[in-house]
């Protein structure tokens, strides 16, 4: 059964401090993805990594940072948080190899951070 | 620019009533199209996707989706609801490949018994 795992599933920090959001998947995908959902705006594409090393910006990566040095896990990183980067945050993961999952990507349970 | 429309914010039907909740996207090329389905305090889970061929889609749960190329609308259906349904419910756009996705703002439905 594939598998997206996240470190937290609540996550409660305080202004300026730095943040760790890990995400594991067990499905060998080469694609890994990281959204923040708010209500009414659905989900948001913060990076994305195609593969070990490497990072895109998605829609709205300000305030954020990510590490990929495995392919297996991608990291998310808010270097000084903010009230408004309290959010719940969902990590991705799929793989455009081909086979009867091409293309779906799938999710983890989601971290809900909350900064004060 | 890529965008998706989901015009219906909450939707409330009966159980064993039909369901149809809307799509809408805007994109210059054939899209890959997505439904996703969230339940209480879970991940999202695929329900189906359009790629190409067929314009009725069948997924998983009894849900199917049309795609309507005029209409640039990829509508959810199901024939009859069931309590166990009731979640948020979100249309995706893939843009410009490499499977990034453009989410619509979601439609919770609520079913009553």
């Known amino acids: 059964d594939v598998k997206v795992t996240q470190s937290s599933r609540y996550l409660v920090k305080r202004t300026g401090e730095k943040v760790f959001l890990e995400c594991v998947q067990d499905?060998?995908?080469?694609?890994m993805f990281w959204y923040r959902q708010d209500p009414g705006l659905g989900l948001r594409l913060i990076y994305f990594?195609?593969?070990?090393?490497?990072?895109e910006k998605g829609d709205i990566p300000e305030g954020y940072s990510v590490s990929r040095e495995k392919k297996e896990r991608f990291s998310l990183i808010l270097e000084s948080a903010s009230t408004n980067q309290t959010s719940m945050y969902l990590c991705?993961?799929?793989?455009?190899?081909?086979?009867?999952?091409?293309?779906?990507?799938?999710f983890g349970p989601g971290t809900r951070l909350t900064v004060l | 620019a890529q965008s998706v429309t989901q015009p219906d914010i909450h939707i409330t039907v009966s159980e064993g009533a039909s369901l149809e909740l809307r799509c809408n996207y805007s994109?210059?090329?054939?899209?890959?199209l997505f439904w996703y389905v969230q339940s209480p305090g879970q991940g999202l889970q695929l329900l189906l996707k359009?790629?190409?061929?067929?314009?009725l889609v069948q997924g998983i749960k009894g849900f199917e989706a049309e795609f309507k190329r005029s209409q640039s609308s990829f509508n959810l259906r199901k024939p009859s609801v069931h309590w166990s349904d009731a979640a948020e419910y979100f249309c995706?756009?893939?843009?410009?490949?490499?499977?990034?996705?453009?989410f619509g703002t979601g439609t919770q439905l609520k079913v009553e018994l």
């Open positions: 995706a756009v893939e843009k410009g490949g490499g499977n990034k996705l453009t």
């Open positions: 990594s195609y593969d070990v090393k490497m990072k």
């Open positions: 991705a993961s799929s793989t455009t190899r081909g086979g009867s999952s091409y293309n779906e990507q799938f």
């Open positions: 359009y790629f190409s061929g067929d314009t």
């Open positions: 994109y210059g090329a054939t899209p890959y």
């Open positions: 499905m060998d995908h080469e694609n």
